[in-house]
């Protein structure tokens, strides 16, 4: 049977093809035509609603012809200013703005006094007597409440409702959304917490302000909508640069759904109209073998996004730019790793007499990780958000100028390499932590370069794949600097191998990569 089936000769085949196309772009076109004939036959929406309005006797003859009259004015005044106005790009800019335009970036010192931090820690730590909450919900509460009062233990959610009720405070407003956004999607922020008995909600923060400013603090569940939300809450931070504004993702993955709202608005917002946003994303990302769709925010997609450019930036004639990079950038880009740093992070979003968006790649498993917890004394006067931390425990280590390598890294992996550091008690390893990637922290990078004179091995380790995460971002930048202080030695990677899947789904298999990367980083 396929034997007696031939294909017709190229040329015919070719004139039958271009004859076919030819026929579908007359019907298509006839069809166009015909749609335009049927509509230009159709009374105009606004005349028929009119004369519905008539009919029904809701407005007069007189009334419609006035009022038409009367836009057709406005417009056509518009249109004849328009053909000799030239454009001002201030006359677009909301004039609540003009608080927040700086003639450069100023330092804000974002750490509050102790006796306040207590004060605020054990109002949104305690849930009412005769409030009947989960078992579960309140052990958390009391832990809370313990934490406070010890001063030490403070997790990554108390940190955040210490920031959050400072602010309030302080005169600002903040507002969160996303989904599960009110238990947080790790059962760990309860900042509007049920009654297991009635139909009742208590927010333990709404206790630092008056009852007639309860709607300065808003925590909003939202649908599974991220293009949709995202894009709202953009909006309303444009208008609102007194509201600390947040929209969490379920996980950091998810935001894919809303990458539209992130690469035209928000990344480029400012570059394109001027527009101003402190909008903060909270992007749960981590490795932690609970596969692919539930473990990568993405991180190398903001940081692409970063306008950072280091060649221009590590010119001599440009060295002082550095200093002023976050205020000239599009945006930021962090991932921390520990409870003060977060509240100092959130504070500094809002104490600047600027705003800039904020893509935080925001923890899983250091929400509940004890080494992540912070003192109280870590927020207090004189404290501030860092971009860099320098090695945390250099005594256990050689002196400095006898460490032989330096391991920089970002985010969780952190306390992996460090765990594995103590249990193969390697002595000559420094670990420094970045925890704002982007706009890069040249100055805080190059410093730290210089107080290591002996090292001769330097790493960049990452959990994820050589083509995800923040290698192709940081990797030109730090080499840069090294090259600038005449380090005869390239960055090696230590990370997961090229793939097209951010993360394995066998818990195993990621346990094994896992030890791979953190035992090559440090040994």
Known sequence: FFLMIRRPPRS???RSSAAS??????VSTQSTWVMYKKIAQRPPVFSLYSQQLLKEGVITSEWLNKEQKRWHDILEEAYQKSKNKEFDRSE????????????KARGQRTGIDITRLRELGEKITVLPKDFNAHPQVK?????????????????????????FSALLTEGFKVRLSGEDAQRGTFSHRHAVVHDQTRDLSYTPILSVVPPENSNHFTVHNSH?????????????????PNHLVLWEAQFGDFANGAQIIIDTFIAAGE???????????????GFD????????????RYLQLCDDDYIELNKPEN??????????????????????NYFHLLRRQMLREFRKPLVLMSPKKLLRLRAATSNIEDMGPGTSFKKVFDEAYPQELVPMKEVRRLVFCTGQIYYDLLEKRRATKTKDVAIIRLEQVGPFPYEEVETLLKEYPGAKEFVWAQEEPLNFGAWNFVSPRIQVLMDNQKIKKELIFQGRPPSGSPATGFSKLHAREQETIVTQAIC
């Open 224 to 240: 599974l909508s991220e293009y949709g939300i995202l894009g709202f809450e953009y909006g309303y931070s444009l208008n609102h």
């Open 271 to 285: 570059n394109k109209w001027g527009e101003k946003s402190g909008l903060v994303l909270l992007l749960p990302h």
């Open 12 to 14: 015919t085949q070719s």
């Open 92 to 103: 677009w800019i909301s004039q609540i703005w003009d608080l927040y335009i700086p003639d």
């Open 289 to 300: 073998g609970q596969g692919p769709e539930h473990s990568s925010a993405r991180l190398e």
């Open 21 to 26: 196309d030819v026929y579908k772009r007359q």
């Open 319 to 340: 060295l002082r730019k550095r200093n002023f990079l976050v205020f000239h950038s599009n945006w930021q880009v962090a991932n921390v790793t520990t409870a003060a």
């Open 139 to 163: 052990k958390v509460f009391e832990a809370r409440t313990k934490a406070i009062a010890e001063g030490k233990g403070i997790d990554w959610a108390t940190a955040e409702a210490l920031a």
